[in-house]
């Protein structure tokens, strides 16, 4: 049997880099999918370039009603969630705090934090249903950074919202470790995705841009996007039974030193 054969994922976020490179992951264990990007077309162009069973809807993950009616739409469809991966998120441009701009802050804070707490709100209890129901079990895995579990020079709202996002990981793990429910994050660092390589754009060398970011990292490189997505697969399996309120770090080395 495939390593997700008849489960339903919801992936938000799913035509960035991380969520497109987990939704085809999961198709290909056998999942069916549910999912939602802000962008309608661009959304519905990558659901037919799936081999999965798919339900799809566009909408800002800050609106709560986005993940009240992607919850709706996985029932309708297939009967519940066995899987929630919360990917959607932004970043912010580099610079102090003292010169961040006001509204880029909200809009992260709304984005990447409110944005999980409306999705667990949702998940959760269908989840927990699901279980006295039936003793059908679920995971939630939620994408946060190495900036939420270490400081972020120039990053600092960024860095404070993935800390929240690992905050209400953690929380939400021991809140329903006996109901069924396992919780976990996962931390990048910089990966080579769209929104990881717009620091890039207009650089005249980009090898040495790509050294200066990378200069923190034992490993002195990038991450590969289908290596965060390996740890997000480990995650979510359902053999990883007895893993909860963990923040897994994959960061080349980042939090080892």
């Known amino acids: 049997m495939a390593r997700f054969e008849g489960l339903t994922v919801l992936v938000s976020g799913a035509t960035g880099g991380f969520g497109s490179a987990s939704a085809r992951q999961f198709a290909a264990g056998g999942a069916n999918l549910v999912l939602t990007d802000f962008d309608a077309g661009k959304l519905e162009d990558f659901a037919k370039d799936i081999d999965a069973e798919t339900a799809t809807l566009a909408g800002d993950i800050a609106d709560e009603n986005t993940s009240r009616d992607l919850v709706r739409l996985a029932v309708e469809r297939f009967g519940g969630i066995d899987i929630a991966l919360n990917n959607a998120g932004i970043a912010q441009d580099f610079v102090r705090l003292g010169e961040t701009d006001m509204a880029e802050a909200r ?19 269908l989840m927990e249903h699901q279980f006295r129901a039936s003793g059908r079990r679920g995971a939630i895995v939620n994408i946060a950074s190495v900036a939420g579990i270490a400081g ?52 005249q060398d980009q090898a040495a841009a790509e050294a200066d970011m990378t200069r923190g990292v034992p490993m002195r490189r990038l991450a590969e996007v289908g290596e965060i997505v390996e740890v997000i697969l480990f ?23």
């Open 107 to 125: 809009r992260i804070i709304d984005i990447d934090v409110m944005g999980v707490v409306y999705a667990m709100r949702h998940q959760l209890p």
């Open 152 to 203: 972020a020079p120039q990053l600092a709202v960024y860095s404070a919202a993935k800390h929240a996002v690992v905050g209400l990981t953690r929380s939400a793990a021991a809140e329903y470790a006996r109901r069924g429910i396992r919780v976990n994050a996962v931390c990048p660092s910089f990966a080579r995705t769209e929104m990881a390589l717009a620091a890039f754009h207009g650089v």
């Open 235 to 257: 995650a979510a399996d359902p053999n990883n039974s007895f893993m909860t309120g963990q923040a897994l770090a994959a960061d080349g080395g980042i939090t080892a030193t």
